[in-house]
């Protein structure tokens, strides 16, 4: 059974950081397309950020560029989303997720999501 188990989060106030982590079970970190995804208020659920498979390529939405980094540690099965210079727009439920496919950025192919966290970013 699959599990995406995730943690971090909370509130912050703008210009400062927080860390996602994503603990994966039942697969290997290292054979999926490994995703961030956020759900905003009156928003549908937009890209974040990916990792792909072992040696594969990182992307960030434009708005992530510069401030995220996403990583993979892989003797712990576990992806993180290290998220600095937050901005209220922001502020939304973040989800990890995984997939077999190299769709990076389409939400439709995943495969396996964890429960989401809400990161709430304050002015």
């Known amino acids: 059974q699959v599990q995406l188990v995730q943690s971090g989060g909370g509130l912050v106030q703008a210009g400062g950081s927080l860390r996602l982590s994503c603990a994966a079970s039942?697969?290997?970190?290292?054979?999926?397309?490994m995703a961030w995804f956020r759900r905003s208020q009156g928003k549908e659920r937009e890209f974040v950020a990916a990792?792909?498979?072992?040696?594969?390529?990182?992307l960030y939405s434009t708005s992530a560029k510069g401030r995220f980094t996403v990583s993979r540690d892989n003797a712990k099965n576990t992806v993180f989303l290290q998220m600095n210079s937050l901005k209220p727009d922001d502020t939304g439920v973040y989800y990890c997720?995984?997939?077999?496919?190299?769709?990076?950025?389409?939400?439709?192919?995943?495969?396996?999501w964890g429960q989401g966290t809400q990161v709430t970013v304050s002015s």
């Open positions: 997720a995984a997939d077999r496919t190299d769709n990076y950025h389409d939400d439709v192919s995943y495969d396996y």
């Open positions: 039942g697969l290997k970190v290292t054979k999926y397309v």
């Open positions: 990792i792909g498979w072992s040696g594969g390529s990182i």
